[in-house]
């Protein structure tokens, strides 16, 4: 099924929107993130949840910034511990 052009809108809006605004977590921070989570994915497994993530939100993170990081992670596709790692933050140039 294609989109309509007003769908097609509203998406480039939403993409431009979201390149434009700033993250949340630095770059340093995201890259410490996706280690934890590389090591925690490498003993078990993803089980299609985010508590890794938010294990190391409650080491690194003030509580109160918790939840509008976690709806960043969702807006980017990171639903999961593992879609954080593929879908988060590819902004970032990781070298």
Known sequence: ??????????????????ESKPL???????????????TKLE???????????????NQNIPPEKHQVILDEME?????CDCEVVLNCY???DFD
């Open 24 to 38: 949340l977590l630095k770059k340093t921070q995201v890259r410490k993130l996706f280690a934890f989570l590389e």
């Open 43 to 57: 003993q078990q497994p993803c089980d299609h949840t985010l508590c890794h993530t938010q294990a190391w939100l």
């Open 90 to 92: 590819e902004q970032y």
């Open 1 to 18: 099924m294609a989109l309509s052009k007003t769908e097609k809108k509203a998406i480039l809006k939403r993409l431009r929107e979201q």
């Open 75 to 79: 807006e980017m596709g990171g639903f």
